[in-house]
C-alpha cells in the first residue's frame, strides 16, 4: 500500500506531519495485510501503529487490552479526534453494551477495544463472525509470558484468532520484554512468521538514579522538593507502607494518595481517577498501579524498595516521561529490601526452576543498582541492546562513582560471618566489628571473636555498604529459610585466602544540593516569555476536561500547549500547523485557541 492515503490520514486525523521512526514501515505492513510484532519503549507511538492500519482498512479494528483504564482512556482520545470508538467491559450496563455490540454488526464502529477474558467467549466469538473485522491487535502481548511479571492466561488462548480468521493481519505489541519473551510472545501467540519491529528500548529523556537507603523517608522528601506541584508515582514494596508514605508525605504539604489491592475498589477507582485528572498528584502504590496508566505528564516514578527484576523496574519507571519530555527514575534501596525479597522467593510455592529465574532477575537488577558504568548502558543489556556511549544522563555519569580497594574489609566482613556461625544478620555484624558493648553480643559471646573490634576504622554506614555489595557479588547469600542472616558462598574463597582482590563503589554521601539543581531540568520546559500563554492555555483545557469529565491529556498533551505558545497562530490555518492539532479538534476547539492567544498578545 502506497504511503500517501497513510500520512493523509496521519495528519488529517491526528495533526501529525510525519511518522516516528518505525511507525511507518509498521503500518503500511499492517495494512497491507501482514502480521507484524512490535516492540517499542514506552512514548514511543506504539497505539499510532495498529490506530492508523485499522482506520486505512475496511472494517473495525478489535484491540485487544488488559486494563480497563487503559481502555476507556484511549477511546476517549480517539472520539476527541472524531474515531467511532468504543468498549467492552465490566463497567458498563446491559443497555449500553447492547448498544455497542449493534453497533458491531452493523458497521459502525472503527475501533473496539475488548478485555482478553471477554473476547475469547463463545458469544464475542460469534459477533466478531458476523462483523467485518480490519486487524486485531494484542496490546501488553508480554503478558502472554508465564515467566514475566504480568502474565495473564488468557493470552495464551489468542491463538483462536488465528485459528478462525487466518486471513485478518494480527499486530502483537509491547514495550518490556527482553529475547527470551520476546521468543516466547511469537511461540505462544502463533507468531512465527510475522515480521518482528525491534525499537530500542531507550527512553533518553529519563535521568535514571539509583541511591543507597539511609534515612529514606528524609531521602524521599528530599528527591520530592525538586518536583513540588509535579504528578509522579513512588513505589512501595508493601501495603502497610503505601498507606504510611501516602501519610507521611501529605504531611509534609504533598498531595499524595494511597493505591493497592487491599483498598475498597470506589477508593481505588476514586484515587486512580483523581491521579489522572488532576495536577501534581503523587501516587503513592504498590505494582498493583500503573500497567495501561495512559497519563504522559509523569515527571517522576520514585521506588523507595529495590523492585523484583529488571523488566518490572524497567516498565514501572518506564511510567515517566511518556510525553518524550524530561523526567526521572530514582531508586533508594539497602541490604534489606535484599534480603526480604531473597526470603519471597525462597518462601514461595513455586518450582525450583521457577526458583532459580527470580533470583537471577534479582542478581541481574543488584548487578545494575551496584554498577559504576553507565546506567543506560547496564539496562539496555538486560534487553539485548548495545549503548554505544554513556549517556550522560544518569548518576554515574553526572557523578562518576569513586572505587576504593575494599579487600582488607571484605575480609573482615567474610571472616566475621565465619567466626559468628553463619547466622546473623547485618545489623549484630557490624555490631561485632566495631566493637559494641550491647547485651546480645555479651550473650552470644561475640566480644571474645578474633573479629570484634576489627573493624573500627569504618562508620557503620560504610560497612552496610561493604556487606551490601558482598551480597550483590555473590561472595554472601541470604539464609531465605532462617531470619535473614548471611552465609558465606564458594565465590568468597578466593578473597578470605588472599588470591582475589575486591574494588568495591564508595557510595555517595546523602546530599540535597545536586538533586535540587538537577531536577531542575526535569518537568516540561516552557519559556519564561510563553508562561503565562501557556498557563492561560492549560486553564482552558482544564475547563474543557470538567465539561466532558475526561481527564485532560486527551484533549492536548502539555507539549502541544507549550507548542502553541510558542508559535502563537493568529489564525486557524496557522493553528492547523501545530502537531497535535487534528481536523476534528482544529474545528472544535480552534476558535477558543485562538481567541485566547490574541488575548494574551
Known amino acids: 500500500m502506497a504511503s500517501r492515503p497513510a500520512h493523509d490520514l496521519l ?22 495485510g501482514h502480521d507484524a510484532l512490535v516492540l517499542m519503549p514506552t512514548g514511543g507511538g506504539k497505539s499510532l501503529c495498529y490506530q492508523v492500519p485499522a482506520l486505512l482498512r475496511d472494517g473495525v479494528g478489535i484491540v485487544i487490552s ?20 468504543e468498549y467492552l467491559n465490566s463497567t458498563l450496563d446491559g443497555e449500553t453494551a447492547a448498544r455497542v455490540e449493534r453497533e458491531l454488526l452493523a458497521g459502525e464502529l472503527d475501533m473496539l477495544y ?31 509470558s508465564q515467566w514475566g511479571h504480568d502474565f495473564r492466561p488468557e493470552y495464551r488462548q489468542l491463538t483462536v484468532l488465528h485459528e478462525r480468521w487466518p486471513d485478518i493481519p494480527r499486530i502483537a505489541l509491547t514495550a518490556t520484554a527482553d529475547p527470551p519473551t520476546q521468543r516466547e510472545i511469537a511461540e505462544r501467540l502463533d507468531l512465527a512468521d510475522a515480521r518482528h519491529f525491534v525499537s530500542s528500548f531507550d527512553r533518553p529523556n529519563i535521568r535514571y538514579t539509583v541511591v543507597q537507603k539511609d534515612n529514606a523517608r528524609k531521602q524521599l522528601t528530599d528527591f520530592l522538593r525538586g518536583h513540588r506541584s509535579e504528578a509522579g508515582i513512588v513505589y512501595c514494596m508493601s501495603r502497610r507502607k503505601v498507606e504510611e508514605t501516602a501519610e507521611f508525605l501529605c504531611g509534609q504539604g504533598f498531595n499524595a494518595l494511597p493505591y493497592h489491592a ?28 500503573g500497567m495501561g496508566i495512559d497519563k504522559p505528564d509523569v515527571r517522576f516514578v520514585a521506588h523507595t524498595d529495590l523492585p523484583k527484576s529488571m523488566e518490572g523496574y524497567y516498565q514501572e519507571t518506564g511510567r515517566a516521561g511518556r510525553d518524550g519530555e524530561a523526567a526521572e527514575a530514582w531508586l533508594c534501596y539497602g541490604l534489606g529490601d535484599v534480603v ?26 543488584l548487578g545494575y543498582c551496584e554498577s559504576m558504568q ?39 566482613a567474610l571472616s566475621c560471618v565465619y567466626r559468628s556461625g553463619q547466622r546473623f544478620g547485618v545489623g549484630h555484624l ?3 566489628l566495631r566493637g559494641s558493648e550491647n547485651e546480645k553480643i555479651k550473650q552470644q559471646g561475640h566480644d571474645k571473636l578474633s573479629t570484634y573490634a576489627i573493624g573500627r576504622d569504618l562508620d557503620a554506614r560504610t560497612w552496610r555498604s561493604v556487606f551490601r555489595q558482598l551480597v550483590a ?18 565465590a568468597s574463597r578466593d578473597v578470605l585466602t588472599g588470591r582475589r582482590q575486591i574494588s568495591m563503589r564508595r557510595d555517595a554521601a546523602s546530599t540535597t544540593g545536586g538533586r535540587e539543581r538537577s531536577a531542575q531540568r526535569t518537568g516540561l520546559s516552557v519559556l519564561p516569555q510563553d508562561l503565562a500563554l501557556f498557563n492561560a492555555l492549560r486553564g482552558l483545557r482544564a475547563e474543557l476536561a470538567r465539561e466532558q469529565n475526561v481527564p485532560a491529556f486527551v484533549i492536548f498533551h502539555d507539549s502541544t500547549l507549550r507548542n502553541i505558545a510558542e508559535q502563537r497562530p493568529a489564525s486557524l490555518d496557522e493553528l492547523a500547523r501545530v502537531g497535535g492539532i487534528g481536523g476534528t479538534k482544529l474545528s472544535r476547539y480552534g476558535p477558543r485557541l485562538v481567541e485566547i492567544v490574541r488575548e494574551e498578545g
Not at 464475542?124 to 503478558?143: G, K, M, N, T
Not at 557479588?473 to 564458594?490: F, I, K, N, P, Q
Request: net charge negative; proline share 5%; charged share 25%.
Open 114 to 144: 475488548v478485555a482478553p477474558e471477554r473476547l475469547l467467549t463463545g458469544r464475542f466469538l460469534s459477533l466478531l463472525s458476523r462483523s467485518h473485522v480490519a486487524l486485531f491487535a494484542i496490546d501488553e502481548a508480554h503478558c502472554v
Open 11 to 32: 495528519q488529517r486525523v491526528f495533526g501529525y506531519d510525519d511518522f516516528r521512526g518505525p511507525q511507518q514501515d509498521i503500518v503500511e505492513h499492517v495494512a497491507a
Open 340 to 365: 526480604l525479597l531473597k526470603q519471597m522467593i525462597e518462601q514461595s510455592e513455586a518450582s525450583e526452576e521457577r526458583k532459580q529465574l527470580e533470583r537471577s532477575k534479582l542478581d541481574h537488577l
Open 473 to 490: 557479588a555473590s561472595m554472601l547469600e541470604v539464609d531465605s529459610e532462617g531470619h535473614g542472616g548471611l552465609r558465606l558462598t564458594d
Open 66 to 85: 488488559p486494563l480497563i483504564a487503559l481502555m476507556q482512556d484511549q477511546v476517549e482520545a480517539l472520539r476527541q479526534l472524531g474515531v467511532r470508538a
Open 430 to 432: 557490624i555490631d561485632i
Open 374 to 412: 553507565c546506567r543506560r548502558q547496564v539496562l539496555l543489556a538486560g534487553f539485548g541492546e548495545t549503548y554505544p556511549q554513556p549517556c550522560g544522563n544518569c548518576d554515574n555519569c553526572l557523578t562518576p562513582p569513586a572505587a576504593w580497594d575494599a579487600t582488607i574489609p571484605a575480609q573482615k
Open 262 to 289: 487491599g483498598l475498597p475498589p470506589e477508593v481505588r477507582a476514586n484515587n486512580q481517577r483523581r491521579f489522572l485528572r488532576e495536577d501534581g498528584i503523587v501516587m503513592c502504590a504498590t505494582i498493583a498501579f
